[in-house]
């Protein structure tokens, strides 16, 4: 699959309001994200659904991945190991 396509996924505002709907049924099917342009310059993203979810839920890793290494670093959080063992210390429970 092609990740992006200068061609079909860059288009002026005026082209994407005259196609709408052929528009968001190109990004359904080639889940790839359409950039929207006006007077030349970026004006927004189109993204397919499952897309967006997928961007969201990695963000929120990342961000909790983050906290952690920020709760490591000042000393508020716990390690790896000291973590599972709370957790399979509740679950044997």
């Known amino acids: ?6 061609v079909q996924d860059i288009q002026p505002l005026s082209t ?3 196609n709408v ?4 049924k190109q990004v359904q099917s080639t889940h790839r994200p359409l950039v929207i342009t006006n007077h030349g310059r970026s004006a927004a993203v189109l993204l397919d659904v499952v897309k967006y979810e997928e ?7 990342l961000q909790d991945i983050h906290l952690a290494e920020c709760q490591l670093a000042d000393g508020t959080g716990i390690n790896h190991d000291e973590a599972l063992e709370r957790v399979l210390a509740v679950i044997q429970s």
């Open 21 to 24: 709907t052929g528009f968001i």
């Open 1 to 6: 699959m092609e990740l992006f396509s200068f």
């Open 16 to 18: 994407f309001r005259g």
């Open 55 to 61: 961007i969201m839920e990695r963000l929120e890793l």
